[in-house]
C-alpha cells in the first residue's frame, strides 16, 4: 500500500530539512550586549558581520558535530530507501522499508545524542551568563521527533504492505 509510503516520504525529507537548516546555521548560541551581537554554531563562530571558523574547536563541538554527521546518513538512507520503494516494485519495498525505519530511528537517536552533548555542556553556561540559546539549537531539537515519526510511520507502512 503505497499510501503510508507518500507520507514516509514527506517526513523523512521534512526530517532531513530540519537538519541541514540546524547543521548549517550560526545560531546555536546567542549573545548580546550594548551593540555587539555575537553568535556561534558548529562551524563558525561571528561577531556583527564578522565570522571566523575557530582552528581547535572544544570536544564536545566535535563529538556534537560527529553525531549529527552520523544522523545525516543515516536520515539520508532512509530518505533513500523510502524514494527507492516508491518507484520499486512490491517485492522489494518490504526489505527497502525497514531499511528506512531502522536509518529513521538511528537518525533519531545519533541526533538526540549530539543535541544532549550539546545542550548539557553550556547548561550551567546559560544560568550564569547572557548566553541564550538560539533557533538552531531548537530546530535540531525538533528535527529528533519528526525522524522518529518517520520510522513509525514507515514500519505502518511495512504492516500494511504485506497484508
Known sequence: MASLRIPSAGLALLSLLLLLVALASD???EARRDDVFIRSGLWRICVNSLCVVPSK????I??????????LLAGLLSGFSLLASLSGSSSDSGSLLMVSAVGSFSAGFCIMVAMA?????????????????????AIGW?????FLLT??????????SSI
Open 151 to 160: 520510522g513509525g510511520v514507515t514500519l505502518l507502512a511495512q504492516d500494511s
Open 62 to 71: 566535535e563529538a556534537t558535530r560527529m553525531f549529527l554527521m552520523l544522523g
Open 142 to 146: 525538533a528535527s529528533i521527533p519528526f
Open 27 to 29: 545560531h546555536w548560541l
Open 117 to 137: 552533548v550539546f545542550t548539557s555542556e553550556f547548561a550551567e553556561v546559560i544560568k550564569a551568563t547572557r548566553i541564550t540559546f538560539g533557533w538552531s539549537l
Open 57 to 60: 574547536l572544544p570536544d564536545y
